[in-house]
């Protein structure tokens, strides 16, 4: 039997085929992104007091490193555990570039981004060839090693008392320390916009799929002609950029710099907002950042029992849902969108 398809109608068919089943349309991510962005940016017309925008900033910042972490132990599939040393470089990096070296606060704040992306390139040599457990142990190695290089240089990094007074951002005449945060919430926020949309942009990219593949699938991967050391220096470089930003612009809204940074404290707060928003999804951290930086001030009158609190919130939310707040926000929104179109 003749198949009398015209060709015509079979490049149409194939256009409207999609590529990767399951995954949002670039329409629908749009309007949906869009839409946050207004919810966050009328934030402060509704929280006119300081403190409550501060909480949104500090938010903003965890949702910026958790996300990009994402990138690499989500998309990726490594377990890179020296990520928060990325943030801590960008701390000291904007830290020493603005008080000792006086470069401008703005300059100092992406020269901070490059310089943690040049950390995460050569601490990804040794891990090229590494899986598992010992990239973990490499990686958090080399978080130990930076913050005994920034102790042992205390004549410049101030050592266990760290750095202070450093120079904050600025907005032409503005001023921005009587503004009750109103501009640093701003930038805070457009730094989240700027890297959410890299982020999405990059994932949804070839070289997203080739992260992936690698992921899923190594030899597979390499054997269609993707190259590991490639890809795993792209992916940890990728990641570090913003990270990096994210760190120089705490050290300019904290105006100082401190060694806590490279605690595992703040490193199980990051990976706890990865986990919990579901990794693989980059807006399941941010959502996350936001659930647990507000949660965890408004349980703030429970002292010691706030982290248990937490923790069994996590579980909870996990045991539910394995594929964190995205999988339950997915959920909720496929049994609402399934009503409406249930027929009468």
Avoid at 151 to 173: A, E, H, K, M, N
Avoid at 233 to 246: H, K, N, R, V, Y
Avoid at 253 to 274: E, H, K, P
């Amino acid at each position: 039997m003749t198949d009398t398809t015209s060709p015509i109608t079979q490049i149409r068919t194939a256009a409207a085929t999609p590529i990767a089943p399951g995954r949002t349309p670039w329409k629908h991510e749009a309007i949906g992104f869009v839409l946050g962005l207004a919810v966050l940016a009328l934030l402060p017309l509704v929280f006119g007091d300081t403190y409550a925008r501060h909480i949104l900033i500090m938010a903003f910042i965890y949702a910026i490193v958790a996300s990009n972490w994402d990138l690499s132990l989500g998309y990726g599939g490594v377990f890179n555990f020296g990520h928060l040393a990325l943030f801590g470089i960008g701390v000291y990096a904007y830290s020493l570039l603005t008080k000792l070296a006086g470069l401008d606060p703005w300059i100092a704040l992406f020269a901070s981004g490059i310089i943690a992306t040049l950390a995460a390139i050569v601490v990804t040599i040794p891990i090229l060839r590494l899986k598992g457990i010992y990239i973990i142990l490499v990686t958090f190695g080399f978080a130990q090693l930076v913050m005994q290089v920034i102790l042992s240089q205390s004549d410049i990094t101030g050592g266990t008392q760290g750095i202070v007074r450093i120079p904050g951002l600025y907005w032409f005449d503005h001023n921005m320390v009587r503004d009750a945060k109103f501009a640093y919430f701003y930038i805070a926020l457009a730094l989240l916009v700027a890297s959410t949309l890299f982020l999405r942009v990059f994932v949804r990219s070839r070289a997203g799929a080739s992260i992936v593949a690698l992921r899923d699938n190594e030899e597979y991967a390499v054997s269609r002609g993707v190259s590991i050391v490639r890809q795993r220096m792209l992916t940890l470089a990728a990641s570090a950029f913003f990270t990096g930003i994210a760190g120089a612009f705490y050290a300019a809204y904290q105006r100082n710099a401190s060694i806590d940074v490279f605690g595992m404290s703040l490193a199980t707060i990051i990976l706890s907002m990865v986990l919990l928003g579901g990794t693989s999804t980059i807006y399941g951290a941010i959502v996350a950042s936001f659930v647990l930086t507000v949660f965890a001030e408004w349980m703030a009158d429970f002292g010691a029992w706030r982290p248990m609190i937490t923790a069994v919130l996590i579980i909870g939310v996990m045991l539910a849902y394995p594929s964190g707040l995205a999988g339950m926000i997915k959920a909720a929104w496929g049994a609402v969108a399934g009503r409406i179109n249930r027929p009468a």
